[in-house]
């Protein structure tokens, strides 16, 4: 029985990197640090082996190792959300069940991908996956996936268990739309970091995200100043994010989390291949980026600004 309602599951939810080492094996004791990080902040959840987690280059046994790892040093802090999203249902019922049993509290998946499947495929997908966990499912709309159109969105949202969205696209009206066909209760997540304030001012329940792994303070405060009905301040505050974010962009995305968490005092290990590996070269080159922003605007309440010289 899942002890956190997916109704509840609400705010600034980091969307989990996964550490390896430098010879890609799996970094478990680093995954507690980071958890314990993490939640040492005011976040509301935490999602586990998706895109940013990696979850597509790790083997069945390495994600559910990852998950067990996490939700027992989470130890019931935050609700736990699980990515497990294969293109074999088979695959992915079975990390379902896993999830399951590991004491998460919701599931997703990006819908099938690689064939091009028929939406009955990909209702069934969903409803089988719902079934073998009894779960609640949050659908994870992604371009990386394949976006689902709108009226498939709905037709998901329809199916028992399907409780939620992660909606990550630049066409956040569909976040209004989405609440309104669906209702309040079916919950709708923001999935572009650098438009999180678009995503609550058209009614999202949550933001889920890669830059919160290291950016956490940031959108903790545009959330609340957003929902204080202080969208200037949370304006501004977006607009310091998005500098960081465009930051990390320039520099590849995932492997630059990683280094930033090193930044931080936290270990946050390698991207596996074909992601590369950041040189000393580019560590410097980032360091300065960095060091240029904190000279403008100050530390800004973050870690891993703080600790550079």
């Known amino acids: 029985m899942p002890k956190f309602p997916v109704k509840n599951i609400k705010g600034v939810i980091p969307a989990m990197l996964t550490p390896f080492k430098e010879d890609e094996s799996l970094d478990l004791d680093a995954a507690r640090k980071l958890t314990r990080y993490l939640c040492d902040k005011d976040i509301g959840g ?10 597509f280059l790790m083997t069945g046994e390495e994600r559910k190792a990852f998950v067990e790892t996490v939700v027992d040093e989470a130890g019931g802090k935050v609700p736990i959300i699980v990515h497990v999203g294969a293109i074999s249902t088979k695959a992915s019922e079975d990390m ?69 969205v992660k909606y990550t696209s630049s066409t956040l009206y569909d976040v209004l739309r989405i609440k309104e066909k ?37 959108f903790i405060g545009i959330w609340n100043l957003a929902k204080n009905g202080d969208m200037e ?3 501004k505050v977006q607009q ?12 590849n995305l995932m492997p ?8 931080a005092g936290i270990p946050g290990g390698i991207s596996r291949r074909p992601f590369g590996l950041m040189d000393e070269a ?3 080159a980032l360091k300065a980026d960095y ?14 600004l703080r600790n550079l010289t």
């Open 46 to 55: 935490l999602y586990l082996t998706g895109s940013t987690g990696e979850g």
């Open 96 to 164: 379902a069940r896993h999830a399951m049993q590991a004491g998460a509290d919701a599931i997703s998946s990006v819908p099938p991908i690689y064939w091009k499947f028929s939406d009955d495929e990909v209702a069934k997908y969903y409803e089988d996956l719902v079934q073998a966990s009894g779960l609640p499912m949050i659908v994870y709309n992604i371009a990386l996936a394949g976006l689902v159109s709108f009226d498939m969105l709905l037709r998901l949202g329809s199916i028992q268990g399907v409780e939620g």
């Open 182 to 218: 669906l209702g309040d209760d079916f919950m709708v997540y923001s999935g572009s970091d650098e438009l999180a304030i678009s995503g609550i001012a058209f009614g999202a329940d949550g933001l889920i995200g890669s830059t919160y792994n290291v950016l956490a303070p940031l």
């Open 233 to 235: 301040s949370a304006r």
């Open 240 to 251: 310091t994010a998005n500098r960081f974010i465009f930051t990390m962009l320039k520099h």
């Open 256 to 263: 630059t989390l990683k280094q930033t968490l090193e930044f």
């Open 282 to 284: 580019g560590v410097a």
């Open 291 to 304: 060091l240029k922003i904190k000279e403008e605007l100050g530390d800004c309440g973050l870690e891993f």
